[in-house]
């Protein structure tokens, strides 16, 4: 390895004094520390300013600027200075601390609006999330950093997460004219950043919605997993599309009603009912027979 060698040379300041060196310090960047509480970054500026005349730091390119206080002059000082500089490079210590740029992550991510006139889905070209997550405010969305992010801009009301897209839900005194290309910039930066979107502590809507007790007699029961293999393989892609999400919450055999949770674009939308009666339903009806009479559904 190349040794370092430090030239002095003047300035047209008498306070500044330049010491050169024969090979690069830094790469397309110029530096200026005033203090040592400024010079973080910098380990070798911060050693220069334990000499008590050193007024200021410059670092660029291949060499050092040091602007001194009146209570010396440089011709006293400045070979003690470039020997330091010289011992200092050629140990091998860091000049700058850069930070090396995070790897941004390739994505693409566009807006997409949904049956439901307060929701927009976003959706990307790569997985995003293992599972369905929703966060009805920023105490919900406690292990989610995007999430909690989002639910800082004053017109969001919920963010509904699955596989491949982001739906969220704005205040009506909002218009999706105003705040779409800021969301979906918002979103997209988020990810390309290499940011976490879930923390592995979330919890998926699908562990919060069926109490324990609950989903062990879901287990057990036939009609009931009948009616989630329904769901899971005819209904859930096709809301999905839409932006939203459909959970199956219980069973009552008595009187034939399968109760299930609306989430995402679905949840609140107008045409959620209808969807409900001549979808769901329907499908169910002809599926199971007998076994089903109604579909009830409560917004999640």
């Known amino acids: 390895m190349k040794e370092y060698v430090i030239t002095v040379k003047e300035t047209n300041s008498p306070a500044i004094l330049k010491f050169e060196a024969n090979q690069f310090l830094t790469t397309n960047t110029n530096y200026e520390f005033k203090n040592i509480d400024e010079a973080k970054s910098s380990p070798l500026a911060q050693q220069l ?14 060499f050092i600027a040091l602007e001194r206080f009146d209570i010396v002059a440089w011709e006293d000082v400045q070979n003690e200075v470039a020997q330091q500089l010289v011992e200092y490079l050629n140990s091998g210590a860091p000049v700058i601390l850069e930070e090396v740029p995070a790897t941004k992550v390739a994505i693409t991510l566009y807006a997409e609006v949904t049956p439901n006139p307060s929701v927009m889905k976003f959706v990307a070209n790569k997985k995003l999330v293992p599972a369905t997550f929703e966060f009805k405010n920023i105490d919900e969305a406690k292990d989610s950093e995007l999430a ?3 639910f800082h801009l004053p017109f969001v009301k ?7 897209y982001i739906s969220v839900t704005k205040f009506e005194v909002a218009d999706w004219n105003d705040i779409t290309m800021e969301l979906r910039e918002m979103i997209r930066t988020h990810i390309a950043d290499g940011k976490e979107i879930v923390s592995a502590q979330a919890e998926t809507t699908q562990s919060n919605n069926v109490p324990a007790k609950q989903a062990a007699i879901i287990a057990d029961d036939e009609t009931s997993q009948q009616i989630i293999q329904i769901l899971e393989e005819y209904v859930k892609p096709a809301v999905a599309m839409d932006g939203g999400n459909i959970l199956f919450q219980s069973y009552d055999e008595d009187q034939k009603t399968v109760n299930v949770i609306l989430q995402g674009a679905c949840s609140g939308c107008p045409s959620s009912t209808f969807t409900l009666k001549n979808g769901i339903e329907t499908m169910l009806k002809n599926m199971m027979g007998d076994k ?3 579909v009830v559904a409560i917004n999640g």
């Open 148 to 150: 909690k992010a989002l």
């Open 292 to 294: 089903v009479n109604e």
């Open 49 to 62: 300013f334990h000499l008590p005349f050193v007024k200021t730091v410059y670092i660029s390119g291949n």
């Open 158 to 164: 919920e963010v509904f997460m699955d596989e491949n």
